[in-house]
């Protein structure tokens, strides 16, 4: 039999008002026993007094909602207990239900793989759950809703539907081959194949826009010792994130802060002075890392000194590059600004007075619009889901070129399976796990 679990579903701590769920086959008695009065009707708020069934002692004065299965978010009998937020209150709850035979407390994202398993969500909009609890830009947010309300899974749903009805005339041609069929049925079948093949390759062509999206865009400063790096760092994440020193070398490893430009999420990183002859061993890695977050940077910041013009940092200069914002700091004290570095216009700020920092994040507020901004067509957000898509697409150019349509048949319903399993229709049970593992509990 199902076990009936409960969470608190809100974070924990101190706060105005706490909720805790339970979902399961005694989630309505174990209400009306934390009760002692009839069952309010299902989607009716009531006001009710908790009490805990074994000492009979007040828990709180609660609104309570309850939910009938299949008509709850879990497909199961449901009911929140919305408490004052306290943590002795919430303790207390927590203990009672803990208390009752047959109830235990849910395992971290266990009520909406509950969800997925009763059929309420497909894997694609369970996912997106996560990731809305995770959302921390508008842009996050709005990828997230939209992939809830299942765009995402109707894309891929509408592809393996085509799959289907392909496969179906493939194997009447196969099974009647004898019989007196229309001819050209396998044929017919090829422009479906090429075009689908099409439309996956266009989806899959999309920069990563929708990883990207989840994850934040990744943006490295770089340059030499003592060009202000680190306080220009400051200055954008407007808080003393990293250690500002004049002696050259001050920082050692990466420094990250996240920020939200534009809506967009951003990872900014600081990273150590680049210069040919390091002080010491800790240094050199600070400047092999400084290199290596540099070539992976979605976006690199290139920051040189105005005062030490007309001389520019060489080993800055050889990273520049088509992703690159070119910066000249401490401009408030040069006596000379060059009108192009490396072919770009820089960006003139001081980071001290934080002139030309507006300047500086609406560039970077475009670049990361360039590549995040998602179109009218849902963007996959999972690797799990391009590795899927790969095995498709690779499936049905075998299918393409098979001598025997068996053969084509056999790579149309690998290539089918590697969609299904992207929303959870076929061979995911090993995928669970791994899915629900990250969420938080109560969710």
């Known amino acids: 039999m199902t076990a009936t679990i409960f969470a608190l579903a809100t974070a924990p701590g101190r706060s105005g008002v706490a909720v805790v769920r339970v979902s399961g086959p005694d989630a309505a008695v174990t209400l009306a026993t934390l009760t002692n009065r009839p069952l309010p009707e299902p989607r009716r708020a009531a006001l009710v007094t908790l009490r805990d069934p074994a000492s009979g002692d007040a828990l709180d004065d609660a609104l309570v909602l309850r939910f009938t299965a299949p008509a709850s978010f879990t497909g199961e009998d449901v009911v929140e207990l919305h408490l004052h937020g306290g943590r002795a209150v919430v303790a207390g709850v927590i203990g009672a239900l803990a208390a009752r035979p047959g109830l235990r407390l849910a395992e971290p994202g266990e009520f909406t793989r509950r969800a997925f398993e009763n059929g309420k969500l497909d894997l694609t909009e369970a996912e997106a759950v996560a990731d809305l609890i995770d959302a921390e830009t508008t842009a996050q947010r709005r990828q997230a809703l939209r992939q809830m309300d299942g765009a995402l899974g109707r894309l891929y749903d509408g592809w393996r539907d085509r799959l289907t009805r392909a496969l179906a005339h493939i194997e009447a041609d196969i099974d009647f081959a004898e019989d007196d069929l229309p001819g ?165 700020v001081s980071a001290r007075t934080g002139a030309g920092l507006r300047d500086l994040e609406q560039r970077l507020t475009a670049f ?19 590795a899927a898509l790969d095995e498709c697409r690779t499936a049905l150019d075998r299918a393409l070129t098979a001598p025997l349509p068996e053969l084509a048949a056999e790579d149309i319903r690998l290539a089918s399976r590697a969609l299904g399993r992207i929303t959870g229709r076929v061979d995911v049970e090993d995928l669970l796990d791994i899915i629900f593992r990250d969420f938080c509990i109560g969710k």
């Open 184 to 348: 050209g049925v396998a044929d017919a079948v090829r422009p479906v194949i090429e075009r689908l093949l099409a439309d996956i390759t266009d989806h899959l062509n999309d920069g990563g826009r929708g990883e990207r999206l989840r994850e934040g865009l990744h943006i490295a400063i770089v340059g030499a010792p003592n060009a202000g790096k680190s306080s220009l760092l400051n200055a954008l994440a407007r808080r003393d994130a990293a250690i500002v020193s004049a002696r050259a070398g001050t920082t050692r490893d990466i420094i990250e802060v996240q920020l939200d430009l534009g809506g967009y999420p951003v990872v900014l990183a600081d990273t150590a002075g680049l210069r040919e002859a390091a002080a010491d061993e800790v240094e050199e890695e600070g400047i092999r890392r400084a290199r290596d977050r540099a070539a992976r940077a979605d976006v690199k910041v290139a920051v040189f000194d105005a005062t030490a013009l007309p001389n520019l940092d060489p080993a800055t200069l050889a990273l520049i590059d088509a992703d690159s914002v070119v910066v000249l700091n401490k401009c408030d004290v040069a006596t000379a600004t060059p009108t192009a570095i490396a072919g770009a216009a820089p960006v003139l």
């Open 368 to 386: 990361s619009a360039d590549r995040l901004a998602v179109g009218s067509a849902p963007s996959l957000t999972r690797a799990r889901h391009r």
